[in-house]
């Protein structure tokens, strides 16, 4: 039997039947807009599951329920949207609900006093994060719910056994160790599946071991020896390892054969930070000299971009999800560079007293994670808190605080831009939307 002309569409409104007073009687988009107007709650909770139906127009409403006077509403709302947070529809205000309402949702904080956290990285798929900590040579990984894990590299100087150790944070019982006597972790990588881990020593002998591992077994597998380096970055690919030498020269090598395929010639010593742009196209290299020199290369072609006058220096830095740009930290600004160009595209300054101690860029969104801190009228001690910036708009979306003292500039956002992870100087905390 065909359709009649005169049927109704998808989203047309029919009229229906209800007895409860306060209840939509239409059909279609225009009834769901009259229940997510109702005045009872359930209904507007209830209405909200039927929205994805509608396409775009359902989504659309979707985001608006983010800003209901109910929070339950609100909430139902952002955990429907969590899986189409990168439509375009959605995605700004999904973004700014996220960071207007930050909470703490896991802390972890039963380190010892003699430790402290130094160092952190986070794997590409966000379920694997990996902390160096000084005065216990260990390094753990702790699962923090059923989808996480948390890697920490504790360093012991009483024995000067250093040792991997592989935990379950909830039931804080040893899963793996990783034995490594001969090697004191000093910066550590983490695989996007989580199952490989890369550590590098600190101990600053001529020839630095580079150590790769597989997580499941418990076993190192492969050694590199690059003369004089302490830093490192792996390509997202996990093909290629970036290790700099004392000479200010950057040594691309193969990961699995050991072949060295690249140089980049920087001239300017030791390096104190390495980073790969998240398409593996752009290498930003720091020197650990008193300026803070930054060199920016596109990988593919060994070319040097040009970037603007550092005057004192830059410190901290972060690319974008999409590798178009990059954040620099720079005394009390923070400039938003293009990668392609190294031309300033924008400018952030934090309001006086704060000045940044780290910050991060959302892989998925335009928000940028400025740790910041100023010290105390008065005092020698110093206040931390972290702001959330849209770098596009120039605008602060949100500030909040975290519970502890101290905050390490290798704080990390998840790979989905929906959680935060803040190292504390002997503390972490989770921070995301509690649903």
Known sequence: MTNSPNSPTHNDAVLGHSLQPDIAVLGGIEGLRQKLNSSLESVRVAALAQAEQYGQAGLALLAQSLQDSSLTVQKTAYRLLRDRHLDPIVQQPFWEYSYQH??????????????????????????????????DMTIKLRNFDPRQAIATALNGMKDHLYTVKVWDLTTRTIIQTLHTPELQP???????????????????????????????????????????????????????????????????????????????????????????SPDGNFLAVQSRTHTHDLALWHVPTQRAIALPPSGRGYSSLSFSGDSQYLALEQQSKILILSTQ???????????KPWYPAGLSLSPVSPI??????????????????????????????????????????????SADGQHLILAGYRSFEIWGVSC
């Open 102 to 135: 930050l909470s703490s949702l896991y802390r972890w904080n039963s380190m010892p006093d003699t430790m402290a956290i130094n160092t952190a990285s986070l794997s590409a798929n966000g379920k694997t994060l990996a902390h160096w900590h000084s005065q």
């Open 186 to 276: 000093g910066q550590m990588a983490i695989s996007p599946d989580g199952r490989l881990l890369l550590s590098c020593s600190c101990r600053g002998e001529a020839d630095q071991t580079i150590k790769l591992w597989d997580i499941p077994t418990g076993r190192s597998f492969r050694n590199l020896t690059v003369p004089h380096t302490m830093k490192f970055a792996v390509s997202p690919t996990w093909q290629t390892v970036f290790c700099g030498d004392d000479q200010g020269t950057i040594h691309a090598i193969d990961l699995h054969t050991g072949e060295r395929n690249a140089q980049f010639y920087v001239g300017r010593g030791f390096f104190s930070r390495l980073v790969v």
């Open 368 to 413: 940028l994670f400025v740790y910041c801190q100023r010290v105390l009228p008065g005092t020698n001690h110093h206040q931390y808190c972290v702001q959330a910036w849209n770098w596009q708009t120039q605008n602060l979306a949100h500030t909040f605080t975290p519970e502890f003292d101290g905050l390490s500039p290798s704080a990390l956002v």
């Open 341 to 351: 160009t190294g031309e300033i595209i924008h400018t952030l300054e934090l309001e």
